[in-house]
């Protein structure tokens, strides 16, 4: 279930929403329109000119170091995001397993709602791997694939 409560001022305006998702909640102030302009153009720019977000190669080093080691970050994750993973994360290490030793990894691009994409080379093949960020930074999304 999703519901989102606003804040308002003593003119009746909203002020900030909070987002009430699983469990997770995400709070959002209300910005002026110059910045809302800014943060919409954001994304396109980024997809545009295949700009990742910063630290967003060692970010997904480390979620696959953790995933090696059986030992994933939940807390750094969002509450939706980590109730999948921890389901998952078995299947997922057994994956990483297989494929054995990360031997490089290459960005690809940004996908169009946001998330950065990368080709994960290891011993015994190549995924594809997107993640993206929820607006404090958590993890919101995660994706690995066989690469074609």
Do not use: W
């Amino acid at each position: 279930m999703t519901q989102l409560s606003f804040s308002r001022n003593e003119r009746g305006d909203a002020e900030s929403v909070v987002l009430h998702q699983g469990g997770y909640e995400q709070a959002a102030k209300r910005i002026d329109e110059t910045k809302a302009r800014a943060v919409a153009d954001d994304p396109e720019r980024r997809v545009k000119n295949k700009i990742p977000f910063p630290n967003s190669e060692a970010l997904l080093r480390r979620i696959i170091a953790e995933h090696q080691r059986g030992e994933p970050d939940y807390d750094a994750m969002t509450p939706p995001l980590a109730a999948l993973a921890r389901a998952q994360a078995p299947l997922v290490k057994s994956e990483f397993d297989r494929l054995g030793l990360l031997q490089g990894v290459a960005f690809k691009g940004v996908l169009q709602e946001g998330s950065d994409v990368y080709d994960v080379r290891f011993d015994k093949g190549t995924l594809e791997c997107g993640l993206t960020l929820a607006p404090d930074g958590k993890l919101s999304g995660i994706y690995f694939r066989p690469a074609l």
